[in-house]
Nanobody, 125 residues
Framework: QVQLVESGGGLVQAGGSLRLSCAAS????????IGWFRQAPGKEREFVGA????????VYADSVKGRFTISRDNAKNTVYLQMNSLKPEDTAVYYC??????????????????WGQGTQVTVSS
């Protein structure tokens, strides 16, 4: 099993930036695709983006494309979500999730096996 812990959330003004981290323990992260999801109050969980096990294939939701960047450092067992040009509508709890696959990272949450506890991101207008 792998345990995931997100960090880096907080309160930021619109237009600002935050970098979230997803740190893994228990097993090496290098065999896992990592997805980032978010859930705002009263809304369904939403796919944000995902990166393949090597980082060579990264996909993003249209709502964050060009503003968010996912990167990974397998040596540190950590995946990052750099969020720039934040908007109030980006306010949500952000989760990272892992699935052991060498295929294209999935967009659907149910395809992931392991989840972190989430970190709150609040963007003020």
């Amino acid at each position: 099993q792998v345990q995931l812990v997100e960090s880096g959330g907080g309160l930021v003004q619109a237009g600002g930036s935050l970098r979230l981290s997803c740190a893994a323990s228990g097993r090496t992260l290098s065999i896992y695709a990592i997805g980032w999801f978010r859930q705002a109050p009263g809304k369904e969980r939403e796919f944000v983006g995902a990166t393949s096990w090597s980082g060579g294939n990264t996909v993003y939701a249209d709502s964050v494309k060009g503003r968010f960047t996912i990167s990974r450092d397998n040596a540190k067992n950590t995946v990052y979500l750099q969020m720039n040009s934040l908007k109030p509508e980006d306010t949500a709890v952000y989760y990272c999730a892992a699935v052991s696959t060498f295929a294209t990272p999935p967009h659907e949450g149910h395809e992931y096996d392991y989840w972190g506890q989430g970190t709150q991101v609040t963007v003020s207008s």
